[in-house]
């Protein structure tokens, strides 16, 4: 009996120390884990704030771009009027004088 018990005891302590190692691994892995979701939350709103950067920085170009080619169109539509402008007066003026000659000779 007492070899019985003798062995008992020894299954006892050998799953106490199991059972210590086993809550020891779990944890060690809870604790990975949470390290783990911890890094993939930073990642997340490191990759979060980049695309808001960039999304502003396209924003920025882009006005720029616009404003760089309403610049443009208004400037070739002044040079175009001005052209079409002087264009009419130079052909109003050989009117006047094609008239004038015709009126008094």
Do not use: C
Not at 23 to 43: H, M, P, Q, T, Y
Not at 52 to 76: C, D, M, N, Q, W
């Amino acid at each position: 009996m007492e070899a019985n018990t003798g062995v008992l005891k020894d299954l006892a302590n050998r799953e106490a120390a199991l059972t210590q190692k086993v809550e020891a691994a779990r944890g060690e892995a809870l604790k990975i884990v949470a390290d783990a979701e911890s890094r993939a939350r930073e990642i997340l709103a490191k990759a979060e704030s980049d695309a808001t950067a960039l999304e502003a920085e396209f924003k920025a170009r882009s006005g720029a771009e616009e404003k760089s080619i309403l610049e443009s169109g208004v400037a070739a539509a002044r040079t175009a009027a001005d052209s079409a402008r002087a264009s009419s007066h130079a052909r109003i003026v050989d009117a006047v004088k094609t008239i004038v000659a015709k009126v008094i000779p």
